[in-house]
């Protein structure tokens, strides 16, 4: 959908300043570590590629076997056990707070829930 | 003057530009046409007389199945309640309207979230959906 310029600019102007904001840039920096570390990166592109082929293979009728599963359940572990994804993930979880707070701005002007209406993840149609 | 107050005071500067952002976004969205066609759409169904009708009837089915009273019956009356609201005109505005105001802000909030490097409205999402997203 086309938004005006103005939409367009106010929206920019909110994440610039949450770019600027000390609080998420903890976030964005820990985010930055995994994104430049190879071995991290690597882990998640591998388990996001796994992820995709085991359900694509069982779109298409196919039983996954337990060895594709545990491989999968390993992957994601090791994933999960990284320590600059796990510290990227803690700093995510830390400025959730903060980010529905920013977000609570919004829906209070609108009256209506922000969040609800653009999480594409979780619509008022749910 | 003292680092310390300089520093906090930077701080605080930023902190309310974050807000002061936001509450630039909400007035520039609350003023769209798509936004003010949803609350009248919105509004429209909750003081509809027909609507409050059945959503009465469908919370006695909904009451009635949470007990376990004669579920297959209570199920049946429940689906010919929801087709029957969903045919009226005054929904079909509302889901309309209700479309058009997802995808305006989902735009918005994928704009910010290109712009931030992660999902605004889904990491700033307060609990769980109720559809597990």
Sequence with gaps: ?126 | MDGSFEQSFAAEERVSNVFQASRALGEALVETPVYQNFLSALKAINNDPEIQRIATEMRSHQNALQMGINAPDHQAELARLQAELEALPIVQEYRQSENEALAFFRAVDDLISESIGFAFAHNAHRSSCSCGA
């Design chain 1, 1 to 126: 959908m086309e938004l005006t310029p103005e939409i367009k600019q106010a929206a920019l102007d909110l994440a610039e300043a949450m770019k600027n904001d000390e609080t998420i840039q903890i976030y964005l920096s820990a985010k930055e570590v995994v994104q430049n570390n190879p071995q991290a990166a690597g882990l998640e592109n591998q388990l996001i590629e796994l992820y995709e082929n085991l359900i694509t293979r069982q779109q298409q009728g196919e039983k996954l076997s337990e060895e594709d599963i545990d491989a999968f359940n390993s992957l994601r572990y090791q994933v999960r056990v990284h320590p600059f994804i796990a510290q990227r993930e803690s700093a995510l979880a830390q400025i959730k707070p903060y980010l529905a707070q920013i977000a609570d701005e919004i829906s209070y002007i609108l009256g209506i829930d922000y969040t609800t209406l653009a999480d594409v993840r979780c619509s008022g149609g749910c």
